[in-house]
């Protein structure tokens, strides 16, 4: 994928300079506003390019650089385009100054940016296998899109004024350029927000100048829009729905047509296949699903927008089915990492935290659970058979303990078990999977030294919160300890006597 993205920005760079060379051969006057943005395209396209094809952080670093300044060039060559394309008086040619000095400001800024480190740094993230270095947003980057976004924002207004207000054969020309200014901006906005592990945002842009270049050069009405957008939408790897205002489906992609098994042009099934697939609530802005195909679930963002004319009237909806099952099972390995222990492979602290905030106390039981002597065995034996024992005594303690408990390692020898659903009553069954435990722990047939544990027991309802229960298992542990280890103390028993 990474391989595969890397190539289209390749291909697009040159079909640019290819678009730009023969733009500037135009006759038409606005060939050489087009030329500009042409060009100006090119460096931010490159950036992106290294972005996702560097594994290392420098040249990654580097391409972000490239990237944020080409930006800067695309924002003053848009305005430039803009001032010819609409025909904008010279008049307003303070306003251009503006926006040249906001430029100057912020490429200054991102240029002192190794100095100061405002701007921006970047995080090595894995996606797809690939080592890729995301951004780190800082105060600099927070500027510098305020300033790209105004400008597209601005210019976006002024496209729709003339839109809005020239006869309709000349607003078809500026409805064009609008649409797909709208369209790249929403597709960078997307790749800000949510993300995304590769950035392949450029790719917007780059259709974006390709669309100017022949919408610019080689004007043709509207039907021939309608056609390139249905070809762009067949193309796309999201399923597409699109349906009119009394909620039938008029039209989808072939993704959209494969997805809910669509035959012979009958779209009207859509509606039925697709609220069986994903729920009654698929009218909703944006939600996710999960679903399992073929024996595997798969996860997917089901996204709903509703279409308004000018006189406020719905006039229909689309919607857009993505499959981001990759992405969510890479947040979920990241999850995972970060709250697992690498070495026993049980919760970890944080992981300990994150379940205790969840836990209903009253029928909860802690286990508080320490190994005996076991910085003697360290100390004998080496730290390599120590980190073997603790694996043991995870690994034992997970076989003995029912699959919905929690096993957590909360700190050099020191663990804690969380039974689920439980009540005193479950007293004697407690007691006999820690002789268990131990009695597997004191078995040296692996080549292990023996080892035991004490254990100190408290029950969730008990305690005003989960501080309390920890302090509650922390002082039976204690009492434990005191009777000569390798034992349990349940805290009722404490202070019952």
Not at 9 to 19: K, Q
Not at 444 to 456: A, E, K, N, Q
Request: proline share 2%; net charge negative; aromatic share 12%.
């Amino acid at each position: 994928m990474r391989i595969a993205f890397f190539a289209v920005l390749i291909a697009m760079i040159i079909a640019l300079g290819v678009c730009a060379k023969k733009a500037h051969r135009s006759h038409k006057a606005i060939g050489r506003y087009v030329t500009g943005l042409l060009c100006a395209l090119i460096p931010p396209v490159i950036g992106n390019a290294i972005i996702i094809i560097s594994g290392h952080q420098t040249v990654s670093t580097i391409g972000y650089y490239i990237y944020f300044l080409g930006m800067n060039c695309v924002m003053c060559a848009l305005v430039h385009f803009t001032y010819a394309y609409c025909a904008m008086s010279e008049k307003r040619n303070k306003w251009k100054l503006v926006v040249y000095a906001f430029l100057l400001v912020d490429t200054v800024q991102m240029l002192c940016n190794p100095i100061w480190g405002h701007a921006f740094s970047v995080d090595a993230v894995t996606a797809d296998g690939f080592t890729y270095y995301q951004l780190v947003p800082y105060a600099g980057q927070a500027f510098h899109r305020f300033v790209d976004y105004g400008i597209l924002a601005a210019v976006i207004l002024v496209f729709f004024m003339r839109t809005v207000n020239s006869p309709r054969i000349n607003s078809e020309r500026y409805s064009v350029i609008l649409v797909s200014m709208v369209a790249i901006t929403l597709w960078e906005s997307f790749y800000i927000f949510s993300r995304t592990p590769i950035d392949r945002s450029m790719i917007g842009f780059g259709v974006f100048g390709f669309l100017v270049y022949y919408f610019c050069l080689y004007y043709r009405p509207m039907r021939l829009l309608d056609s390139m957008l249905s070809h762009i939408a067949s193309a796309l790897p999201e399923a597409l729905f699109f349906f009119d205002a009394s909620d039938k489906c008029i039209w989808a992609n072939q993704p959209g047509i494969d997805l809910v098994g669509i035959e012979n042009g009958d779209f009207e099934v859509a509606s039925v296949r697709l609220k069986k697939l994903y729920g009654e609530n698929i009218s909703c802005e944006s939600c996710q699903h999960e679903i399992e195909k073929d024996g595997e679930v798969k996860t997917y963002v089901v996204e709903k927008h509703e279409i308004i004319d000018d006189l406020g009237r719905l006039t229909g909806s689309f919607l857009s089915v993505r499959d981001n099952t990759s992405e969510q099972m890479t947040l979920r390995a990241e999850v995972h990492k970060a709250t697992h222990d690498p070495l026993t492979g049980v919760y970890n602290r944080a992981g300990y935290n994150v379940l205790m905030g969840r836990m209903e106390l009253w029928k909860t039981i802690m286990l508080l659970i320490d190994g005996d002597f076991f910085k003697n065995v360290n100390d004998t034996y080496g730290h390599e058979i120590g980190d073997k024992i603790l694996q043991k005594i995870a690994s034992t303690m997970k076989r003995c303990f029912r699959s919905e408990d929690f096993v957590c390692r909360i700190g050099g020898d020191e663990f804690v078990v969380l039974m689920v659903h439980s009540s005193s009553e479950q007293k004697e069954l407690i007691i006999s999977r820690i002789e268990q435990i131990n009695r597997a722990l004191s078995d040296g047939g692996d080549g292990l030294p023996s080892i035991t544990v004490s254990v100190g027991i408290a029950h969730g309802r008990n305690a005003h919160d989960t501080e309390e229960l920890f302090e509650h298992a922390d002082k039976a542990l204690y009492e434990t300890k005191s009777k000569g280890k390798n034992g349990y103390t349940f805290y009722e028993d404490l202070i019952q006597g």
